[in-house]
């Protein structure tokens, strides 16, 4: 039997319907194709649009299939793709200057972009986003930025500044948020080892003058991505429960170790303790936490007590100088600085431009960065631009881990608290390592809200079932 034909309206909705991968596909197509016929016609046209095309391809690639977006971003953090490009430009006799940290700062932007234009944009308050421009208009309207910081220089600080935060801009779905938790875990572990293959060759030394462990990045940037991957590795494993995440967390734990890095491994352990003494019975029974005691514990202590004495050699060896790593240098200058002016700071890029880099104090310890957020950011922004940012941080935490279930809340308010003692010794809101961090709060943050909508749904829908049936 024939059933009833389509109406015509129909019809023509199918056939106007078209499926976006055969429309990339064509538009790939066409572009290729344009790109030959230009090559023909007129072939150093074709050289100049060659860069555009690729990129459009891939962002093509990227906009049908946002994993592979997070596959980016792993990659690029994961073998340092800012210090690989600025140790080819050295080698090759050029000079890139901050080219390779401009380009891992407009990653996430990128991704940013192609996840709004897929998903749309999320209703949830990107309140740290908010906090540094409003920092940044107050800096262009009222701050005397000649003086001291430039239009470029405040511009490149408000980039940097706003790049860990963008991805919180997006609506992605939840397979996306769950990959970007999980893959940051990986950040660590592939600059390790990348960097031990790669030692044989030449090309970089997983290992600095006074050998502490770097991978392919320096001790204090790898150190960075290990605090991230571990508070990751915790918040997975105390959702699952599944021993993947402690071997996981554990090798994060053992490169952060190896690193000899202090304030990231003070900031890991009151983490893990708070995690510990304050998960209750529901989000850490009691039995896990026994099992990892008597089970965990021992192996650990086995496989990590060597790295733990190398560590501690920083801790308690040493002179004055390499204790302090030279911050009891460099934050007396800030200190002045913020004295002048403490109320709103000199604007955004200010504290870089504050230390004369050629003071042979500063030419002594080889940096003019304050290892130190808080003094950053009172320089750029002054105390009350400060206490704004680093309370939008809290906020957006606080806000956003209510209702959801007790593991999100405990690990990313355990975290937030971490990273704020954190940076009170390193930069941890400017370097490539906050990109990593906060998007991964960012991931977090979303993948609680899609599952807490979609309880509230599920929730919603047998009550409704149950009211139909109370009424039968």
């Known amino acids: 039997m024939i059933g009833p034909r389509p109406s015509r309206v129909a019809e023509r ?4 319907t078209v ?46 299939a946002p994993l592979l977006a997070v596959g980016l971003l792993v990659a690029c953090y994961g073998l340092a793709l800012d210090l690989q490009l600025d140790t080819l430009a050295e080698r ?4 890139v200057g901050t080219l390779g940290a401009a380009v891992v700062k407009i990653i996430p932007f990128a991704i940013a972009a192609m996840l709004c234009l897929r998903f749309g944009f999320a209703r949830a308050i990107n309140w740290p986003f908010l906090a540094f421009t409003l920092v940044a208009v107050v800096s262009l309207v009222v701050l005397p930025i000649g003086r001291v910081s430039t239009f470029g220089e405040m511009l490149r600080s408000f980039v940097g500044s706003t790049a860990p935060f963008v991805l919180a801009f997006a609506a992605a779905p939840r397979p996306v948020w769950s990959a ?47 605090v991230t991957a571990v508070f990751a590795a915790t918040l997975e494993y105390l959702r699952g429960f599944r021993n ?24 890991v352990g009151l983490f893990l303790l708070a995690i510990f003494l304050l998960a209750d019975r529901r989000v850490f029974p009691l039995k896990r936490r026994l099992d990892l005691a008597m ?12 790295l733990l004495i190398f560590a501690l050699d920083r801790f308690v060896g040493g002179d004055d100088f390499s204790k302090f790593s030279g911050r009891d240098v460099i934050w007396p200058y800030f200190l002045d600085a913020i004295e002048n002016r403490p109320l709103f700071g000199y604007g955004l890029g200010a504290g870089k431009l504050i230390v004369d880099p050629e003071d042979p104090q500063i030419r002594l310890i080889r940096s003019n960065a304050a290892h130190n957020e808080y003094l950053r950011l009172s320089v750029d922004a002054g105390i009350v631009g400060c206490a704004l940012i680093f309370l939008s941080l809290v906020v957006w935490v606080w806000a956003g881990t209510r209702g959801t279930r007790g593991a999100d809340r405990l690990v990313l308010r355990c975290a937030v608290l971490a990273a704020l003692i954190h940076s009170g ?22 993948r609680a809200r899609s599952e807490r909508h979609d309880t509230g749904r599920h929730e919603a829908l047998r009550a409704a079932l149950a009211r139909r049936a109370a009424g039968t």
């Not at 016929?37 to 555009?52: D, E, R, S």
């Not at 938790?181 to 600095?208: E, H, I, M, N, R």
Request: charge should be neutral; hydrophobic fraction near 65%.
């Open 13 to 16: 909705q199918d056939m106007r």
């Open 425 to 446: 010794f390193d930069n941890t809101l400017i370097a490539s390592t906050a990109v990593i961090q906060f998007s991964w709060f960012a991931a977090a943050l979303a």
């Open 92 to 95: 090759g006799g050029g000079s």
């Open 19 to 64: 499926p976006p991968a055969l429309l990339s596909a064509l538009l790939a197509l066409l572009v290729i194709t344009a790109l030959l016929l230009a090559a023909i016609a007129a072939p150093q046209l074709a050289l100049a649009l060659l860069p555009a095309a690729a990129a459009l391809m891939i962002a093509m690639l990227f906009y049908e």
């Open 244 to 267: 993947r995440w402690l071997v996981l967390g554990g090798a994060a734990l053992a490169v952060l170790l190896a690193t000899q890095a202090r304030a990231p491994l003070i900031a």
């Open 180 to 226: 970007l938790c999980k893959a940051v875990v990986l950040v660590p572990l592939v600059s390790a080892l990348v960097g031990f293959l790669v030692w044989p060759t030449g090309f970089y030394q997983p290992f600095d003058h006074n050998w502490r462990f770097q991978g392919l990045h320096s001790p204090p940037f790898l150190a960075g991505f290990c």
């Open 295 to 306: 089970g965990g514990l021992l192996p650990a202590a086995v496989l990590l007590g060597p």
